[in-house]
């Protein structure tokens, strides 16, 4: 008999019944709707975009921790597995729900009026309409705080001005939830694409996060509502909150794309001979399997361990760090030794691992770099910050 490495953990028996029948729920979906195409949309960089979110929405995942608004309500470690599932198809469509969930309808839900929510919320979980969330500026990834996009009053009226740079789901979105300085600090703003003076061109030639739309957005001039502003949050805390939401699903999440990665090595090993063995008969290739899997099991664990406390509403964004750092690091790790074990068949796309190990350069910088990351947990442990 043989266990797959999250077996050998017993992981399931930290999961409660509903848990593990969402999980079961998201993974078919997965397995019927996503799997199937992946190949395809990845070699061609391009997905179905508006027909897969509606059918997220469909399946509830679409802000499913959220309350109220037509959003699910379920507890953030359901949707932390949720995002490992769809991980462990690809790194781009857990990045499309991560956005949608996480960064705008977390923003509109956390910052935004009534008014907003009402607008947007149920639209959104439903699939209906898709969101995309504009920080990140060409001069300004990893300090946001130098962003250059003004948001300056003309009367009762916003006007916006600025580019944004690598924005996921940017040229799909139906509403864009836009940061900018104003004489009063950096506010946010819930921006409808189809405003004139917006525009989204799609950032073409990636090798990673290929089945994901990311784009620039251009603001030139656009005119909004007093009422687009989110009224209460000013400076760094509200695009902060929204982005410790979406590192937290990237702490279940990388660890779908390396459990990928493990069990097809896992299969291949056992399935190929060499020198008339199969090779995970080799001892070095075992391992290979057997540090992996640690590696799988140790950041599984430490995910469901920032779940139980972010349910219990005491995980700080520092600890929020701790799974990003580590998980993304060790699902890279993986993917990568994985593509060893498969020799020149892991290079294809008749494959998933180079797929995901190239998805995983992405996830490795956004939502803050691995560096960021470090230095974040350096400032707790030393009190100085190295970075501002
Ligand atoms: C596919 C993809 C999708 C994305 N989606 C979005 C999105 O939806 N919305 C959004 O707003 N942004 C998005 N981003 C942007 C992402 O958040 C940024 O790329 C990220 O914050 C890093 O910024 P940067 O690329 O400008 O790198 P830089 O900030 O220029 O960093 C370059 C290097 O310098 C290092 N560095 C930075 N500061 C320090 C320091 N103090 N000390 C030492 N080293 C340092 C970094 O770790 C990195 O290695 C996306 C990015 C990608 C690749």
């Known amino acids: 008999m043989t266990r797959t490495p999250l077996e050998l953990f017993d992981i ?4 409660s019944e509903e848990e593990i029948a969402m999980r079961d ?4 979906f997965v397995d019927a709707r996503l799997r199937p195409g992946l190949a395809d949309w990845y070699e061609e960089a391009s997905i179905p975009a508006r027909e897969l979110t509606r059918e997220l929405g469909g399946l509830g995942v679409l802000g499913m ?3 109220g608004y037509g959003c699910a309500g379920t507890s953030a470690t359901a949707y932390g597995l949720a995002c490992l599932e769809l991980e462990a198809a690809d790194s781009g469509l857990r990045s499309l729900v991560s956005v949608q969930g996480s960064l705008a309808m977390y923003a509109i839900h956390r910052w935004g009026s009534e008014e907003h929510k009402d607008a947007w919320l149920p639209r959104m979980a439903a699939g209906e309409a898709i969101g995309c969330f504009g920080l990140t500026e060409p001069d300004f990834g990893s300090n946001p705080a130098g962003m250059r996009t003004r948001a300056v009053r003309d009367g009762d009226a916003w006007v916006l001005t600025g580019t944004k740079m690598w924005i996921t789901n940017g040229s799909v979105a139906d509403v864009a939830v836009v940061w900018a300085q104003t004489d009063d600090g950096i506010r946010g703003f819930v921006v409808p694409t189809d405003s004139a003076g917006f525009a989204a061109p799609e950032i073409k030639r990636k090798m990673s996060l290929r089945a994901s739309v990311t784009s620039e957005l251009v603001l030139d001039g656009v005119r909004l509502p007093a009422s687009a ?3 209460e949050v000013r400076g760094l805390r509200g695009p902060l909150s929204c982005l410790s939401e979406a590192r937290f699903g990237i702490v279940f999440g990388a660890l779908g794309a390396a459990r990928d990665c493990l069990e097809t ?4 090993a056992r399935e190929r001979e060499i020198f008339d063995q199969p090779l995970a008969a080799y001892q070095l290739t075992q391992a290979k399997l057997a540090d992996m899997s640690l590696e799988l099991g140790k950041g599984m664990l430490l995910a469901l361990h920032l779940g139980r406390l972010k349910d219990a509403g005491r995980l700080e964004p520092d600890q929020v760090s701790l799974g990003k750092l580590n998980n993304v690091r060790e699902a890279i790790a993986i993917a990568r030794e994985c593509r060893t074990i498969l020799g020149a068949a892991g290079i294809t796309l008749e494959y998933p691992i180079m797929r995901h190990a190239n998805n995983l350069e992405s996830v ?3 939502e803050g770099t691995s560096e960021v990351h470090q230095l974040v947990i350096g400032r707790a442990l030393t009190g100085e910050s190295a970075f501002r």
Do not use: G, K
């Open 229 to 231: 502003a989110f009224p």
């Open 265 to 268: 090595a896992i299969a291949y």
């Open 65 to 67: 921790h959220l309350e």
């Open 364 to 366: 490795l910088t956004y």
């Open 25 to 28: 729920t998201v993974r078919s």
């Open 12 to 15: 399931d028996s930290l999961l």
